[in-house]
């Protein structure tokens, strides 16, 4: 980082954090710097990241993906001269501030975000979709997939944004974004996050259940009536400080992960067609699914939506 100048050494700064290491998924440490004090006295920049739903709705249904991803994405911002002092952090060689944007920063994300929204205006949920620094170049039509990569590669050149090779794929039918595959057929969930939901045992605390909470409820979309199956802890979680697991929340664990295991597939919509939607009330959650006949004239499930009820 020193020799490419993304940081250098300062001297003096009246802004000066720590270092902390981190463990990464893959077990090895990471170092980084804590910009806690920092971010506590920056302005909040509330610049909207994609939602999840929306990006995997624009790509799924396309016969041909190339999965790009940038290379030190954040590293490739630059931070305002007369800001880079506010970066410093202190190590047993010596002071260094960034010269390019770090991760960390409480804006990092909105900044990145909005660099690509501009970097590919006209562009973005027609041929490319951007979630921070995984870009999906996605075509509708084989044929036309070259032409578009092309043009998204003109831009990369034209705003100097520099890809990784090596996380890169290209010409693929079938791709890894936000945790799921997208394919002509449709979405299903990684089969890492299946396999990861699975090795999940009972959690002994309510923050344990918090954490489990918030694995599922990014597939919620995939588990038909998941307000009704999750109901039963969520009513655990209510009332006193003391945690203890009922039978039903116990069964309702289990029955959470077996219909994250058998996911269905979700197709993507055809606007040319009719859509079919069930809907079911109890006294205490209301669930729909929306599905549409394939070419063999099945219904096939596109999202399935639900909601617990709140108490009168």
Known sequence: MLDAW?????????????????????????????????????????????????????VTGSEM?????????????????????????????GTFAYSRMPFGLTNSSATFQWAMD???????????????????????QRNDHCDHLEQVLIRCREH????????????VTEGKLLGHIVSKEGTKIDAERVKAIQSLTLPTSKTGVHSFFGKVNFLRRFVPDFAEKTRHISNMMKGSPNFWWSEEGKN?????????????VLVCPNFSKDFI??????????????MQKNSEDVESPIAFMSSPLKPH
């Open 6 to 58: 993304i940081i250098f050494p300062i001297h003096h700064s009246t802004w000066v954090e720590n270092i902390v290491p981190v463990r990464k998924k893959n077990g090895e440490i990471c170092i980084c710097v804590d910009f806690r004090n920092l971010n506590q006295a920056s302005l909040k920049d509330n610049y909207p990241l994609p939602i999840m739903d929306q990006v995997l709705q624009a």
């Open 118 to 140: 501009f970097a590919f205006k006209g562009m973005m949920g027609k041929v490319i979709v951007v979630y921070l620094d995984d870009l999906t170049v996605f075509s509708k």
């Open 160 to 171: 100097g944004i520099s890809l990784n090779p090596k996380k890169s794929v290209f010409r």
């Open 65 to 93: 993906l190339s999965m790009l991803d940038g290379f030190s994405g954040y590293n490739q911002i630059e931070v305002s001269p007369e800001d880079q002092f506010k970066t410093a952090f202190t190590t047993p060689w």
């Open 252 to 264: 309702s664990f289990e029955e959470i992960k077996a219909s994250v295991a058998h996911a269905p």
């Open 277 to 290: 939607m069930y809907s079911y009330a109890s006294e205490h959650t209301v669930s729909a699914i929306l």
